[in-house]
């Protein structure tokens, strides 16, 4: 299975980083280029993330590219359990990250899209991949030449 056909999570800072055109993280606005082409669920804690640290004018470009996407997000306001979230705070993640580890896990998401280096970098055996936004892309161009 290709991230083309799976359901994936985009972490906070591949949407902000892509709607302000960040330049040191340029895949991050050429993975928002090609968003038509992914399946993104926005868990909880991201949304709310995005609320806290988007201007007003962002926050409708983001919906804008929303309304413009074959296959609308999928927005799930599930809170995550509080027993998975300590599991993931046991391993070693900040609260939010915990919260979004968990929200994969429990939903059964298999790939996160962040620029995060420390986003359980040293971790085996997770219920879902950690690829960051240049990953992503060679994997979509991978797809594009079979």
């Known amino acids: 299975m290709s991230i083309r056909d799976e359901w994936i999570v985009l972490d906070t800072n591949i949407w902000i980083f892509g709607l302000r055109r960040v330049p040191e993280f340029p895949a991050c606005a050429e993975l928002l280029d090609h968003l038509n082409r992914l399946r993104v669920v926005l868990p909880r804690q991201i949304l709310q993330e995005l609320q806290a640290n988007l201007v007003e004018d962002e926050l409708r470009a983001l919906f804008r590219l929303f ?21 993931y705070q046991q391993m070693g993640c900040k609260l939010g990250d915990a919260v979004v580890s ?15 280096r420390d986003f359980l970098e040293e971790l085996t055996g ?21």
Do not use: C, M, Y
Not at 70 to 87: F, L, R
Not at 128 to 144: G, H, K, M, P, T
């Open 67 to 87: 309304t413009r996407l074959p296959i609308s997000p999928k927005i799930d306001w599930q809170k995550a359990s509080a027993e998975t979230v300590a599991k």
């Open 102 to 116: 968990a929200h994969l896990e429990e939903s059964g998401v298999k790939v996160l899209v962040t620029e995060n």
């Open 126 to 146: 997770l219920p879902f991949r950690r690829v960051n936004a240049s990953q992503a892309i060679a994997e979509l161009r991978a797809v594009d030449s079979r």
